[in-house]
């Protein structure tokens, strides 16, 4: 008869310890353990707890390979879930095997655990636990998450319809959540004190908020057919884009609109270019050519004098 001391860690924050009944299964080489419950005096699997138990067997189970952590009802306590960090096995002879979790445990069921080792396929080819183990996680998470088409020529999206079908691992924690929530509350209060949302002004046409100097249009036509460069044997492109901007209160001019081309190019040129960089760009070029023609007419006028 050996005894193996195991211990089990629950995670270290809020709602994560449980109720439930925990039993386990050593699972080795050699033979398979019965189920034992971990259960000490008092209330086990409290947040953070990094508790011990002893499991007596009466044959040498070998190399443990596998444990099977068995979450079950208890009393007239109503379902949770539980979030197991790592489980850890001490043999009778002193080895110690090492099985990472680090997930949630939902509701009623059984979890498989191997020992964490990295171990890829190959190495699992002579331990059929081991092959069986992968292969039942593999079917489990094509189970629980797939894909679906939400319309016709969009990425693909979650098979889910709300957050809360998801699955315990995929969503954020209570913590996580529920700073989320206060942050958007507190930005909505924030939009109400500032007179957004108990605003009973409206501006539907575009001509109304002309009307106050504030929109202004940059027209940059007369670089259209303008001819470019070629830089390292690369052709270069010139665009005659419309910008649409508006005057801020705090005398900052921002662009709501831009459009790059009057007419659709070709889709190559549409590559080269970076929306944001056309009135930036297009400023300074429109400036130059502007200037070049003074300057030339300047000239010519002198020369023509003298």
């Known amino acids: 008869m050996g005894v193996y001391k195991v211990r089990v860690a629950t995670g270290n924050f809020l709602l994560a310890g449980t109720f439930s009944s925990i039993s386990i299964t050593l699972v080795g080489t050699h033979e398979e353990s019965d189920k034992k419950p971990l259960d000490n005096w008092g209330k086990d699997f409290n947040p953070g707890a990094v508790e011990e138990f002893k499991l007596c067997c009466r044959r040498w189970l070998g190399d443990i390979v596998l444990v099977r952590l068995h979450k079950e009802p208890y009393s007239f306590y109503p379902t949770d879930n539980w979030y197991c960090s790592f489980v850890e096995v001490v043999s009778p002879h002193g080895q110690t095997y090492r099985f990472p979790c680090y997930q949630w445990v939902e509701g009623y069921r059984t979890l498989e655990l191997r020992e964490g080792k990295g171990q890829t396929v190959c190495d699992d080819a002579d331990c059929p636990l081991l092959l069986e183990q992968r292969q039942a996680e593999l079917t489990h ?162 020369l023509g004098k003298g």
């Open 141 to 302: 998470r094509r189970e629980s998450y797939g894909w679906k088409d939400y319309a016709p020529g969009l990425p693909r999206c979650l098979a889910v319809e709300n957050v809360i079908e998801l699955d315990c691992n995929a969503m954020y924690s209570f913590t996580k959540s529920t700073n989320f929530l206060l942050r958007g509350g507190n930005a909505e209060v924030e939009l109400w004190l500032k007179g957004f949302l108990s605003c009973t002004n409206s501006w539907a046409k575009l001509e109304d908020i002309n009307k106050k100097g504030n929109i202004f249009l940059a027209d940059y036509k007369i670089l259209e057919g303008v001819p470019a460069n070629t830089i390292n044997g690369y052709q270069q492109y010139i665009a005659a884009p419309l910008c649409l901007l508006h005057l801020q209160p705090s005398g900052e001019l921002v662009p709501i609109a831009i459009q790059a081309f009057v007419d659709l190019p070709p889709v190559e040129v549409v590559e080269k270019f970076s929306a944001k960089k056309f009135p930036i760009g297009r400023h300074r070029l429109g400036h130059a050519k502007i200037f070049g023609i003074n300057s030339d007419k300047i000239l010519f006028k002198n």
